[in-house]
């Protein structure tokens, strides 16, 4: 989570680089180090840089970073080519490297070639079943093909290695309550409130869930309370044609079971 102080400091680098102030590459890092994307921003100031021979070279070490930086930058903001061409100089610093096959991936998911891009990401966890970022890749591609049934089914899967991801749990409550499962719902709000006790939202959401889950409840007894009295009826008709003298008995029965 990101401080007041760190708020107030990126809005002021943000505004600097905004006017011309210069500060660009400190804004950078520090939306990376808040682990923030700012897509469209990063995207603009860091082409500025890499760009620009000069600036590029006096990043020493960290020209590599910025690529990756703006290479996801690129991406979200659907400017293919220039993650593209960011992936290009990677792939041939650092020919085999995992992290820049999870950018291969994240440019085919791009693309929309969902088919390869999940061979990449299922060969990329393989070689490491703890990476982080590449689960949720497959969460978010799930989503973004209309599977909300494969987004679950992942999500579930990532957060039983990572029970501590405060954002995936909310992620997956989200998507209960979008499909009114209640009940699923409640039970992420649960563990949500269990790690961040002093977050309001989290208890108001978790009210929220168990309120729909009561009223489905009350809905689904007087619809079963209607069934049982249709059928009470049906059989006192029954019986009044079949066996009159038993129709008290049945009666009697019925109340007992408070169906009458």
Not at 86 to 99: A, E, H, M, T
Not at 196 to 223: V, W
Not at 232 to 247: G, N
């Amino acid at each position: 989570m990101v401080s007041k102080t760190e708020e107030s400091q990126l809005q002021q680098l943000e505004n600097q680089v905004e006017n011309r102030g210069g500060g660009a590459w400190e804004y950078l890092s520090l939306v990376r180090k808040l682990k923030l994307r700012r897509s469209d921003k990063v995207l603009k100031h860091g082409l500025t840089i890499l760009n620009d021979p000069k600036k590029r070279s006096a990043l020493g070490p960290d020209e590599w970073t910025l690529y990756e930086q703006v290479a996801i930058a690129a991406l979200d903001c659907q400017c293919l080519e220039v993650a593209k061409d960011c992936i290009k100089v990677l792939q041939k610093k650092f020919p085999d490297s995992k992290r820049v096959g999870r950018l291969e991936a994240m440019l085919l998911e791009a693309k929309g070639s969902w088919a390869e891009a999940e061979k990449a990401y299922s060969s990329l966890l393989e070689d490491n079943p703890l990476d982080q970022v590449i689960s949720m890749r497959r969460v978010a591609m799930a989503k973004a093909r209309g599977d909300i049934l494969g987004a679950i089914e992942w999500l579930n899967k990532y957060l039983e290695i990572f029970m501590a991801d405060h954002d995936a749990w909310r992620e997956l409550a989200e998507i209960y309550v979008s499909l009114q499962m209640y009940k699923q719902a409640a039970f992420c709000y649960e563990e949500l409130i269990l790690s961040q006790p002093m977050i309001p939202l989290y208890h108001l959401a978790y009210a929220d869930c168990t309120s729909a889950i009561a009223q489905l409840t009350k809905g689904r007894n007087n619809e079963d309370k209607e069934i049982s009295g249709l059928a009470a009826a049906a059989l006192e008709k029954d019986y009044k044609q079949s066996s009159p003298s038993k129709l008290s008995l049945l009666s009697s029965t019925l109340r007992s079971l408070k169906i009458q």
